[in-house]
């Protein structure tokens, strides 16, 4: 994180946020976040932990916890029912 020093409040007030999803390094340099839903889980993975919560703002709305975002909306095919 000591490449970007000014995203780490900002992390920490996603992770209080979204406490379900789980932000971490990942393999080269990269930043992964594991979303879980209904249907399993989403995985997006970005060069830098801004890229990283830029995306997340996307996927996962202020007022919708991780849990319930609907498969369609995180970009996962819908399963049929």
């Known amino acids: ?27 080269f340099g990269t930043w992964q ?11 997006t993975i970005r060069h830098t932990l801004r890229e990283l919560l830029d995306r997340l703002s996307e996927l996962l709305p202020e007022d919708t916890p991780a849990g319930d975002t609907p498969a369609e909306d ?3 095919p819908e399963l049929p029912r």
Do not use: C, S, W, Y
């Not at 490449?3 to 932000?23: G, K």
């Not at 976040?33 to 995985?43: D, K, M, N, Q, S």
């Open 33 to 43: 976040a594991r979303i879980p839903h209904a249907a399993g889980e989403t995985v």
């Open 1 to 27: 994180m000591l490449d970007e020093p000014d995203q780490i409040l900002l992390l920490q007030e996603f992770r209080a946020a979204h406490p379900d999803v789980i932000v971490g390094k990942g393999e």
């Open 74 to 76: 995180n970009g996962a």
